[in-house]
């Protein structure tokens, strides 16, 4: 089996696996992976993540331009910016419109500059800070100004009233990142009038330090 075909397949598999859990409904949702001569497969637009064809998948040359496939997500903006920004650390990115992470950005005194609150290790060791970035129109090509902003200092960030998108080193590092923002803001909301015992700043720190984690 061929490295595209393959990519091909396992883009497909992972997005029915959140889509039947549950993670993003409809048609929304979107991923992109790159393949190893830069080319980049993406989900085409009004897709459903349960019914992907792996021969309908977008396919970009690695100059950016559309060679083969349905027409692309209108997210691209965000998908680019990332590969752009941080060319040596994302092979994949995802971008979901979780339920609990959309509730979250909706809420007023969540932290901009670190959404998430430090409640297991494991949100910290896949995800770093989360940054919530603004509301801006579905497609906005300003999205993904918001992401080059911040000059690849964020492989996960989140989008006010709308979802996350997290970059990975590779397409099952993206989507397992994923999951675990959704997990996290889930347990978030579920704890937030029960004043949870947060991780210490030494206790973050060590895991910071341990698993180097990007925490500027």
Known sequence: MSEETRLREEICAMAKSLFDRGLTSGSSGNISARLGDGRLLVTPTGSSFGRLDPARLSLFDAGGRLIGGDKPTKEMPLHQAFYETRAAKTGAVVHLHSCHSVALSLLPDVDAENM?????????????????????????????????????????????????????????????????????????????????????????????????????
């Open 116 to 216: 998430l609150p430090p409640l297991t290790a494991y949100s910290i060791m896949k995800l770093g800070k989360v940054k919530l970035l603004p509301y801006f129109m579905p497609g906005d090509p300003a999205m993904g100004d918001a992401i080059r902003g911040l000059a690849g200092k964020r492989s996960a960030v989140m989008l006010a009233a709308h979802g996350p998108v997290v970059a990975g080193k590779d397409l099952e590092a993206a989507v397992y990142a994923i999951e675990e923002l959704e997990e996290t803001a889930k347990l978030a909301m579920l704890t937030r009038d029960a004043n949870p015992t947060l991780l210490t700043g030494a206790q973050i720190e060590q895991i910071v330090r341990t698993f180097d984690v990007e925490w500027d």
